[in-house]
């Protein structure tokens, strides 16, 4: 019953905080004139529908896949790190509460990165007082350990082929890094409303999802962090659609969810198409890896109504 109520109560908290988004938004002038149209289907091939193939009775703010096939998750509202071995497997709590609300990735060796902080307080003052952690967890025993601390409320985590790892911060400006040595800067990069964040196969580009103001997609060039290029915006007819989390194809293609429009958009040929569409409050995509389990080419998304989905609009061709 208490796992209910936390539940009920961060929900209740998180899309007020999406109201007041909107909110701003729209006094902003997002609604530009002009003549409003949908985000054209990608090329799927009529692929099949989703198919749900896990549920964790919380909001799943982000998923990652290791080198075995599992797939891990954060849980919003009870702070734990879950896996699931496979699907249709039951998920397994793997840590207590420890503050796990953001993104999530799998290093190398099999250990998880895992965000904290990823709440309105730590979002809206993490750019002025840096104080959330990046927790290391290991994907058997669950024991936890401080990765690294000074960052910005974290919201995404991506890791870089080289180990950097990046993050974001949702309510303020700032994009942190982690070099392998230690090194913490919670604003190496600043990007309005950071969401999702990925970084190229060579590691030259960090991509970041823009949320709110105006939503769209950004790439930053490591070797030129102070000159975020703005590449792709999201039309009149999706200002308010809310983009979240982000993953790359295996072709460097970014994937976003979107919380408000029920869409999963591909970025290609410097637009954006929909892969799959009526999946609402999605939260995270990402693709499996490995033989088995929750297997390599395979695309699942996540969300608040804590149904995992294979989406088979967003699987990699052979």
């Known amino acids: 019953m208490g796992l209910t109520v936390n539940f009920r109560t961060a929900v209740r908290r998180r899309r007020r905080a999406r109201a007041a988004a909107l909110v701003l938004a729209a ?24 198919v749900q193939v896990a549920r964790i009775p919380d909001w799943v703010e982000s998923i990652a896949v290791d080198g075995r096939g599992r797939m891990f998750a954060t849980a919003y509202s009870s702070g734990r790190v879950y896996r699931i071995d496979a699907p249709g497997s039951a998920p397994v709590p793997l840590t207590g509460n420890i503050g796990a609300n953001g993104g ?94 990925a970084v190229s196969p060579d ?42 989390g982000l993953t ?23 637009a954006l198409c929909t892969v799959e569409s009526g999946l609402y409050l999605s939260t995270q995509v990402a693709y499996g890896r490995g033989e088995r389990g929750f297997s390599a080419g395979r695309l699942y998304r996540a969300g608040v109504d804590g149904r995992v989905y294979e989406v088979p609009g967003g699987a990699e061709r052979p």
């Open 104 to 197: 999530i990735a799998v290093r190398p060796d099999g250990r998880l990165l895992v965000g904290t902080g990823n709440d309105v307080l730590h979002s809206l003052t993490g750019d002025l007082l840096p104080v959330s952690e990046l927790l290391l967890v290991d994907p058997e025993s669950g024991s936890v350990s401080t990765y690294a601390s000074g960052l910005g409320g974290i919201d995404g985590v991506a890791l870089a082929p080289d180990g950097t790892v990046y993050t974001t911060t949702l309510g303020g400006q700032g994009i942190g890094r982690v070099t392998p040595d230690g090194r913490v800067d919670p604003l190496w990069a600043r990007v309005a409303q950071p969401n999702g964040i």
């Open 203 to 244: 590691g030259a580009q960090v991509y970041v999802v823009q949320t709110t103001i105006a939503p769209g997609l950004y790439r930053i060039p490591v070797d030129d962090p102070a000159h975020p290029q703005r590449w792709i915006s999201a039309d009149a007819a999706n200002a308010l659609a809310l983009p979240d």
């Open 248 to 270: 790359l194809d295996a072709r460097g293609r970014p994937l976003i969810a979107t919380h408000a429009a029920d869409r999963i958009w591909r970025a290609e040929g410097g």
């Open 27 to 50: 006094a902003a002038g997002l609604f530009v004139p002009g003549t409003a149209r949908a985000t054209p289907a990608c090329d799927t091939s009529a692929a099949a529908p989703p």
